[in-house]
């Protein structure tokens, strides 16, 4: 779980801009002997903000999705599709707009790659997170369900 988490966490915190204050973590261990086969992670951010994270490797399709629910919207992330879906803009009559995010596709870990190359070449930081955004995002990452 904690190979995937961090980088699920880290965005979540990025995204909101909000601290995580609580966590519930739940997970299994049924067929895979290194790592979790599925888990839920959910948390109680800063600003009235919940959140959650699936992920589940059990089934015949691998499962990595984001929600959020804050004041101004619901946002909906599928991270193997790479799809992002907000909702917002509710009304009293229970209508709300749909808005599927335009995002630019690409592998996670080549445009890390090239943050990091583009960091040593040039000292631009810019895509990277700090030291003490991965140490929080850690923590919260290795807490016990």
Same mark, same amino acid.
């Given at each position: ?17 909000? &601290?995580?204050? @609580?966590?519930?973590? +739940?997970?299994?261990? =049924?067929?895979?002997?290194?790592? $979790?086969?599925?888990? #839920?992670?959910?948390?109680?951010l ?26 101004e ?15 917002? &803009?509710?009304? @009293?009559?229970?209508? +709300?707009?749909?808005? =599927?995010?335009?995002?630019?596709? $690409?592998e996670?870990? #080549? ?23 991965s ?8 807490r016990?369900a």
């Amino acid at each position: 779980m904690t190979d995937l988490s961090v980088h699920d966490i880290d965005l979540i915190r990025f995204i909101t801009k909000h &601290e995580i204050e @609580k966590v519930s973590i +739940y997970k299994s261990q =049924k067929i895979h002997n290194h790592h $979790e086969d599925n888990a #839920i992670l959910s948390f109680q951010l800063t600003g009235e903000i919940v959140a959650s994270i699936t992920t589940n490797w059990l089934t015949p399709f691998r499962k990595r999705t984001i929600e959020v629910a804050t004041k101004e919207g619901y946002y909906e992330a599928d991270l193997m599709a790479q799809d992002l879906t907000e909702y917002s &803009e509710y009304q @009293k009559n229970n209508s +709300y707009v749909i808005r =599927k995010v335009m995002l630019k596709k $690409e592998e996670p870990l #080549i445009r890390e790659h090239k943050a990091f190359a583009q960091y040593i070449e040039t000292g631009d930081r810019h895509g990277l997170s700090t030291i003490e955004d991965s140490m929080i995002t850690l923590d919260i990452s290795s807490r016990k369900a």
